[in-house]
């Protein structure tokens, strides 16, 4: 048998197994500790039968201690050990025994004993095949893996090779943190599959797609774990996976699939649309944002609203229906942020009043006469179920209009915002629009009701006669000039 | 990729409090893995998602890349120290680009200011492969340049661009057909000044015809922006790439030009272009285009919209004339007959 230089590995391997002492009485072997050089020990040690080489040597493999070589006679004690290698590319030609679960790829390595002629002599090798590797997770659980398997993690090959760490109970490897049992158990699965040669690309890409199925969580636990253990197809394989869920998705349904809480304010959301403090239509919604916010802080500071707030009401659709008419452009009070709340207080209010049908015989009264040119005297009622349908409509046409002329003061006090980059036209168009809005907000339903019913009645009148002129005029011309143009 | 050499140290609250939420995902591992996949739509949306999503999709460099992935000409030196001055870098410079440009209304009281030069980063794509990218900057002081009409030239007058597409000289109308499913363009404008950019380009092509007289063919992107008014009420931005055979079957680039033409066909001069340009890049809205055809559909309904006003005017022409007509004959035939019954 040649001698080698010996690894280092083996060499590391070989002092812990310097010690132990092989001897085989009775069939079996054993493999003990020697209390004293020149003692007999005993203990037993279950074998198993391989096969021969040449005619000398007798294959044994012991589940703890490896493969062990023995001739079959006693031996008494130590003389001497070398380390001996000898690589065994197929041991198929070699035993005879089935062999059970080997991976004979490693080296062997054989301790020879240069003993006296009349000792017999004890070849031990010490094999790395289907050895376990014992590995700890962060709640304290210990599992026994393949070494083999465990080896296709580069933080754990590193933890074999140079602390020597895993090879028992005792001395189990420590994994990161953020592997969990459970997740230890997916990545064996993983490292099961890749670590044999065996596989095509397309086998392995079928596995990786079947593995890659779980829940969101389950995958980011997944990739942490393959991080922290320097897995680097893992790593890659799950990220590709986390970056195909969130591709193509909103930012709710984002928040949704990762549950994660929406702390951005309304500012730092529309900021990718462009210079929020240029474009006049994000500081409009950003206007009415804050507004918003502020009405929502009011409405849960005063949640019992009195009936004096039903007086400003009262003006303010009087006061909005004069400025449609364009009889007086001037104050309106509803601007001021408590006369512009929209509690259900007041709906509720709202709606005693008008089963008592005192007040509401007021207001259509009063509408009436201020708009004694436009409306037709039927009852609020009817009309409100006629133009009920249109109103959606008429919604968008009250906050579009621009055309109508008057000039509010409001009454702004949301100071955080800065209004002196906007120029004076542009402030008072969005001025325009913000009142409008704020008294789509303030109305409550009847009010509501009410205003459309009878801006649609004028509008309706005021087209009416332009139409009739327009057709009228077409018509004339038509008929004068129809058959010349054509 | 960051190697931990040693087990990294524990995490105290975000394994405890959400597992399993991609919060428990090391920030380093969710930038340089995960969101370096994603493109930059995707990207925006989980910068919105939350705070410290916004924080990790904010940084430059990932924009960088999907920016530079996009538009090569974005690595020219002009351009990349004209974005390193904007707002939030790489981000709001594709935020800019990217989307397509809506802008149908004119409000008057846009204050232009006076921009030194305008950039325009062109790239032209055969299906979805860069061909040709170039910079090209603008002066825009001039008087000579505010009298003229308004056009960027990219090529020199006897610049060709040699490209490796193959020209089918099978059918005549499968060549322009396969243009014009393939070819796509990019044209940004950056106005330095402002610090704001805008893509003028309308994706696909509006037009693929061929030239009449060269027999080249013309591939058009357009896009519509709102004017002052009156036969200024919308613009057309068109960009014009003209493609033209060479020996051996080859197709090359002859020339690439922007012009600006209102409903009237007339070129705008340079100071009506610079207006209507410059309130685009600030007022118009950038919207991201659900299908590829969006640009030509806007781009048809202002054709049509061009046919029907030169209508209404031809009318209101004929109307006007009878007018006049029956007006001379009536003065004709008062002044006769008070002359003959006086």
Same mark, same amino acid.
């Given at each position: 048998?040649?001698r080698?230089?010996?690894?280092?590995?083996?060499?590391?391997?070989?002092?812990?197994?310097?010690?132990e002492?092989?001897?085989?009485e009775?069939?079996?072997?054993?493999?003990?500790?020697?209390?004293?050089?020149?003692?007999?020990?005993?203990?037993?040690?279950?074998s198993?039968?391989?096969?021969?080489?040449?005619?000398?040597?007798?294959?044994?493999h012991?589940?703890?201690?490896?493969l062990?070589?023995?001739?079959?006679?006693?031996?008494?004690?130590?003389?001497?050990?070398?380390?001996?290698?000898?690589?065994?590319?197929?041991?198929?030609?070699?035993?005879?025994?089935?062999?059970?679960?080997?991976?004979?790829?490693?080296y062997?390595?054989?301790?020879?004993?240069?003993?006296?002629?009349?000792?017999?002599f004890?070849?031990?090798?010490?094999?790395?095949?289907?050895?376990?590797?014992?590995?700890?997770?962060?709640?304290?659980?210990?599992?026994?893996?393949?070494?083999?398997?465990a080896?296709?993690?580069?933080?754990?090959?590193?933890?074999?090779?140079?602390?020597?760490?895993?090879?028992?109970?005792?001395?189990?490897?420590?994994?990161?943190q953020?592997?969990?049992?459970?997740?230890?158990?997916?990545?064996?699965?993983?490292?099961?599959?890749?670590?044999?040669?065996?596989?095509?690309n397309?086998?392995?890409?079928?596995?990786?797609?079947?593995?890659?199925?779980?829940?969101?969580?389950?995958?980011?636990?997944?990739?942490?774990?393959?991080?922290?253990?320097?897995?680097?197809?893992l790593?890659?394989?799950?990220?590709?996976?986390?970056a195909?869920?969130?591709e193509g998705?909103?930012?709710?349904?984002?928040?949704?699939?990762?549950?994660?809480?929406?702390?951005?304010?309304?500012?730092?959301?529309?900021?990718?649309?462009?210079?929020?403090?240029?474009?006049?239509?994000i500081?409009?919604?950003?206007?009415?944002?804050?507004?918003?916010?502020?009405?929502?802080r009011?409405?849960?500071?005063?949640?019992?609203?009195?009936?004096?707030?039903?007086?400003?009401?009262?003006r /303010?659709?009087?006061?909005?229906?004069?400025?449609i @008419?364009? $009889?007086?452009? *001037?104050? =309106?009070?509803?601007?001021? %942020? &408590?006369?512009?709340?929209?509690?259900k207080?007041?709906?509720k209010?709202?709606?005693?009043?008008?089963?008592?049908k005192?007040?509401?015989?007021?207001?259509?009264?009063?509408?009436?006469?201020?708009? /004694?040119?436009?409306?037709?005297?039927v009852s609020? @009622?009817? $009309?409100?179920? *006629?133009? =009920?349908?249109?109103?959606p %409509? &008429?919604?968008?046409?009250?906050?579009?209009?621009?055309?109508?002329?008057f000039?509010?003061?409001?009454d702004?006090?949301?100071?955080?915002?800065?209004?002196?980059?906007?120029?004076?036209?542009?402030?008072?168009?969005?001025?325009?629009?913000?009142?409008?809005?704020?008294?789509?907000?303030?109305?409550n339903e009847?009010?509501?009701?009410?205003?459309?019913?009878?801006?649609?009645?004028?509008?309706?009148?005021?087209?009416?006669?332009?139409?009739?002129?327009?057709?009228?005029?077409?018509?004339?011309?038509?008929?004068?000039?129809?058959?010349?143009?054509? | 990729?960051?190697?931990?050499?040693?087990?990294?140290?524990?995490?105290?609250?975000?394994?405890?409090?959400?597992?399993?939420?991609?919060?428990?995902?090391h920030?380093?591992?969710?930038?340089?893995?995960?969101?370096?996949?994603?493109?930059?739509?995707?990207l925006?949306?989980?910068?919105?998602?939350?705070?410290?999503?916004?924080a990790?999709?904010?940084?430059?460099?990932?924009?960088?890349?999907?920016?530079?992935?996009?538009?090569?000409?974005?690595?020219?030196?002009?351009?990349?120290?004209?974005?390193?001055?904007?707002s939030?870098?790489?981000?709001?410079?594709?935020?800019d680009?990217?989307?397509?440009?809506?802008?149908?209304?004119h409000?008057?009281?846009?204050?232009?200011?006076?921009?030194?030069?305008?950039?325009?980063?062109?790239?032209?794509?055969?299906?979805?492969?860069?061909?040709?990218?170039?910079?090209?900057k603008?002066?825009?002081l001039?008087?000579?340049?505010?009298?003229?009409p308004?056009?960027?030239?990219?090529l020199?007058?006897?610049?060709?661009?040699?490209?490796l597409?193959?020209?089918?000289?099978?059918?005549?109308?499968?060549f322009?057909?396969?243009?014009?499913?393939n070819m796509?363009?990019?044209?940004?404008?950056?106005?330095?000044?402002?610090r704001?950019?805008?893509?003028?380009?309308?994706?696909?092509?509006?037009?693929?015809?061929?030239?009449?007289?060269?027999?080249?063919?013309?591939?058009?992107?357009?896009?519509?922006?709102?004017?002052?008014?009156?036969?200024?009420?919308?613009?057309?931005?068109?960009?014009?790439?003209?493609?033209?055979?060479?020996?051996?079957g080859?197709?090359?680039?002859?020339?690439?030009?922007?012009?600006?033409?209102d409903?009237?066909?007339?070129?705008?001069?340079?100071?009506?272009?610079?207006?209507?340009?410059?309130?685009?890049?600030?007022?118009?809205?950038?919207?991201?285009?659900?299908?590829?055809?969006?640009?030509?559909g806007?781009?048809?309904?202002?054709?049509?919209?061009?046919?029907?006003r030169?209508?209404?005017?031809q009318?209101?022409?004929?109307?006007?004339?009878?007018?006049?007509?029956?007006?001379?004959?009536t003065?004709?035939?008062?002044s006769?007959?008070?002359?003959?019954?006086r």
């Amino acid at each position: 048998m040649a001698r080698n230089t010996v690894r280092k590995e083996a060499s590391d391997v070989k002092l812990r197994k310097r010690e132990e002492i092989l001897v085989f009485e009775g069939g079996q072997l054993r493999s003990e500790v020697p209390k004293a050089k020149g003692n007999l020990v005993v203990g037993t040690q279950q074998s198993v039968l391989l096969g021969s080489f040449g005619a000398e040597f007798i294959f044994y493999h012991m589940p703890e201690a490896g493969l062990a070589v023995v001739k079959p006679e006693k031996i008494y004690n130590w003389v001497e050990l070398e380390l001996l290698e000898l690589e065994i590319l197929d041991i198929q030609c070699l035993h005879q025994a089935p062999m059970h679960t080997f991976f004979l790829s490693y080296y062997l390595f054989i301790f020879s004993l240069k003993l006296p002629s009349f000792f017999d002599f004890v070849v031990v090798f010490c094999m790395k095949m289907k050895s376990y590797i014992w590995l700890q997770t962060a709640d304290g659980s210990v599992q026994q893996v393949e070494e083999e398997v465990a080896m296709f993690c580069p933080m754990i090959c590193r933890e074999i090779i140079q602390a020597g760490m895993g090879s028992s109970k005792n001395h189990a490897i420590s994994l990161p943190q953020r592997v969990n049992p459970a997740i230890l158990g997916l990545i064996l699965d993983y490292c099961r599959f890749h670590h044999v040669p065996g596989h095509s690309n397309k086998e392995r890409k079928t596995f990786d797609e079947k593995f890659i199925r779980m829940d969101t969580k389950r995958l980011c636990e997944l990739t942490s774990a393959a991080d922290s253990l320097q897995l680097k197809p893992l790593v890659d394989l799950t990220s590709h996976a986390l970056a195909r869920i969130i591709e193509g998705k909103t930012p709710e349904e984002i928040r949704e699939t990762f549950h994660l809480p929406d702390d951005l304010t309304e500012e730092e959301k529309l900021e990718p649309l462009g210079n929020i403090t240029d474009d006049p239509r994000i500081r409009l919604l950003n206007r009415l944002y804050a507004r918003k916010r502020r009405e929502l802080r009011e409405r849960e500071k005063l949640k019992n609203v009195d009936v004096e707030d039903e007086r400003g009401d009262n003006r /303010s659709v009087e006061d909005l229906l004069s400025f449609i @008419n364009g $009889e007086d452009g *001037d104050v =309106l009070p509803f601007a001021d %942020s &408590k006369g512009g709340r929209n509690s259900k207080n007041k709906k509720k209010n709202r709606r005693r009043k008008e089963q008592a049908k005192d007040d509401s015989s007021n207001n259509p009264n009063e509408n009436q006469k201020k708009e /004694s040119d436009t409306l037709p005297s039927v009852s609020p @009622n009817d $009309e409100v179920n *006629d133009i =009920l349908a249109a109103s959606p %409509s &008429k919604t968008s046409y009250f906050q579009d209009c621009s055309a109508v002329t008057f000039s509010p003061k409001l009454d702004f006090d949301d100071a955080d915002i800065d209004d002196d980059d906007l120029d004076p036209a542009m402030k008072e168009e969005l001025d325009r629009l913000i009142a409008m809005l704020d008294c789509l907000h303030s109305l409550n339903e009847f009010n509501l009701y009410l205003v459309l019913s009878s801006i649609s009645c004028g509008i309706l009148t005021l087209l009416k006669q332009q139409l009739c002129s327009i057709a009228n005029a077409i018509f004339y011309m038509d008929n004068r000039f129809g058959p010349e143009i054509m | 990729m960051v190697a931990l050499s040693t087990p990294p140290p524990q995490q105290p609250s975000s394994t405890t409090t959400q597992d399993g939420t991609i919060s428990t995902l090391h920030p380093d591992i969710l930038q340089t893995h995960i969101l370096t996949l994603l493109d930059g739509p995707t990207l925006a949306a989980t910068a919105c998602a939350s705070s410290e999503l916004y924080a990790l999709s904010t940084e430059d460099k990932l924009w960088r890349n999907i920016c530079t992935s996009s538009w090569p000409s974005i690595n020219d030196p002009t351009v990349s120290s004209i974005i390193s001055t904007f707002s939030s870098g790489h981000r709001s410079f594709f935020s800019d680009s990217y989307p397509l440009l809506h802008h149908h209304h004119h409000s008057s009281s846009f204050l232009t200011t006076s921009t030194e030069y305008l950039v325009s980063s062109v790239d032209i794509y055969y299906k979805d492969v860069p061909i040709f990218s170039k910079v090209e900057k603008n002066e825009t002081l001039t008087d000579w340049f505010k009298c003229s009409p308004f056009r960027v030239d990219l090529l020199e007058p006897k610049e060709f661009v040699q490209t490796l597409i193959q020209y089918q000289t099978g059918e005549k109308d499968s060549f322009v057909k396969q243009l014009e499913e393939n070819m796509t363009l990019s044209w940004i404008l950056i106005d330095p000044k402002r610090r704001r950019a805008m893509n003028l380009s309308s994706g696909r092509p509006v037009s693929v015809q061929r030239h009449w007289l060269t027999g080249e063919v013309v591939v058009k992107f357009a896009t519509i922006m709102a004017g002052d008014g009156g036969e200024k009420e919308f613009v057309e931005c068109g960009v014009m790439v003209c493609c033209g055979e060479k020996e051996g079957g080859g197709m090359e680039v002859r020339e690439i030009s922007m012009g600006m033409e209102d409903m009237e066909g007339r070129n705008l001069t340079g100071k009506e272009s610079l207006v209507v340009l410059q309130e685009a890049m600030e007022r118009g809205e950038r919207r991201k285009g659900k299908c590829g055809t969006e640009g030509k559909g806007r781009y048809e309904e202002f054709v049509e919209r061009k046919r029907e006003r030169k209508e209404r005017k031809q009318k209101m022409e004929k109307v006007l004339d009878m007018v006049c007509i029956v007006t001379g004959i009536t003065i004709f035939v008062s002044s006769w007959s008070f002359i003959l019954f006086r």
